[in-house]
T-cell receptor, first 112, second 113 residues
Framework: RKEVEQDPGPFNVPEGATVAFNCTYSNSASQSFFWYRQDCRKEPKLLMSVYSSGNEDGRFTAQLNRASQYISLLIRDSKLSDSATYLCVVNIGDNYGQNFVFGPGTRLSVLP | DVKVTQSSRYLVKRTGEKVFLECVQDMDHENMFWYRQDPGLGLRLIYFSYDVKMKEKGDIPEGYSVSREKKERFSLILESASTNQTSMYLC????????????FGPGTRLTVL
């Protein structure tokens, strides 16, 4: 079983739609959680960190469920510019606390 | 503006050649990382360094070595390139704490013929 798994996608949604991505992780000792965004042929960039209490940044909401080892990302009112691959990232805390494990990514295409 | 730069965007090498990939960050970050990214496999950690001259193996260190002689610079070395090392190589840096985000360079697409 992979350490971090994501919805395989791709997700093709119309502008204005709400879309949710799911991510599960296998290591219960995982310490920190992130969503990164990667545009085609570009490097990943941090979208948001994910906190136990859940957090929101504009149209984006991230949730963490430690008991179920599950992370989600909700995008409301999708824009064309949201088209990208979304990477779920988990720091499993070993190796001097710097073991970031990346999910394979979920590709989103927002259509006009 | 934070910046991580990589020496080349595209590189073509022949099997058996020694390859150097350079990464420089200007943020005074303690941690630096080398990943490779392949379709369907995501990003996989090759090596990371938490201080000058310190290095730790990641998930796939075989066939690679690294060097960190200065805090801002982290080099990835392919001692004898092979075709299965054709990939996108991404360098990243972060502050010491594991709760800090990683900043990535633009990547080097390496093709080994």
């Amino acid at each position: 079983r992979k350490e971090v798994e994501q919805d395989p996608g791709p997700f093709n949604v119309p502008e204005g739609a709400t879309v949710a991505f799911n991510c599960t992780y296998s290591n219960s000792a995982s310490q920190s959680f992130f969503w990164y965004r990667q545009d085609c042929r570009k490097e990943p960039k941090l979208l948001m960190s994910v906190y136990s209490s859940g957090n929101e940044d504009g149209r984006f909401t991230a949730q963490l469920n430690r008991a179920s080892q599950y992370i989600s990302l909700l995008i409301r009112d999708s824009k064309l510019s949201d088209s990208a691959t979304y990477l779920c990232v988990v720091n499993i805390g070993d190796n001097y606390g710097q073991n970031f494990v990346f999910g394979p990514g979920t590709r989103l295409s927002v259509l006009p | 503006d934070v910046k991580v730069t990589q020496s080349s965007r595209y590189l073509v090498k022949r099997t058996g050649e020694k390859v150097f990939l350079e990464c420089v960050q200007d943020m005074d970050h303690e941690n630096m990382f080398w990943y490779r990214q392949d379709p369907g496999l995501g990003l996989r950690l090759i090596y990371f360094s938490y201080d000058v001259k310190m290095k730790e193996k990641g998930d796939i260190p075989e066939g690679y070595s690294v060097s960190r002689e200065k805090k801002e610079r982290f080099s990835l070395i392919l001692e004898s390139a092979s075709t299965n090392q054709t990939s996108m190589y991404l360098c990243a840096s972060s502050l010491l704490n594991s709760y800090n985000e990683q900043f990535f360079g633009p990547g080097t697409r390496l093709t080994v013929l």
